[in-house]
């Protein structure tokens, strides 16, 4: 069952260190079966405390997601995302759409 990563960046606090995160979460994604589904587009915002971006990434699973997450170049890039902002990432579990 497909997994998804998704990440809310609530505020910018190092635009520096936000700026070295892309291209490094970029290659921490190589070798890796995801998809972006979508990646700091336009937000139209309807409940909650304002957000300045968010990324949803699918996976066919959640194994699959926690070895990207947990890999050492990812892990390497997300402290330039916990030290140039303030966000919350999690994965969600994919429905199972059965034919009727």
Partial sequence: MA??????????????????????????????????????????QVEGDDVEAAVILEFPDMTAARAWYESPPYQAAVKLRHTGSKSKAFFVEGVSLGKS
Avoid at 8 to 29: K, M, N, V
Avoid at 31 to 41: I, N
């Fill in 3 to 44: 997994a998804y990563f998704v990440m809310i960046r609530e505020q910018t606090t190092d635009p520096a260190s936000l700026a070295e995160y892309g291209p490094r979460a970029a290659l921490a994604a190589q070798g890796h079966s995801l998809k972006p589904l979508a990646a700091y587009g336009a937000l139209d």
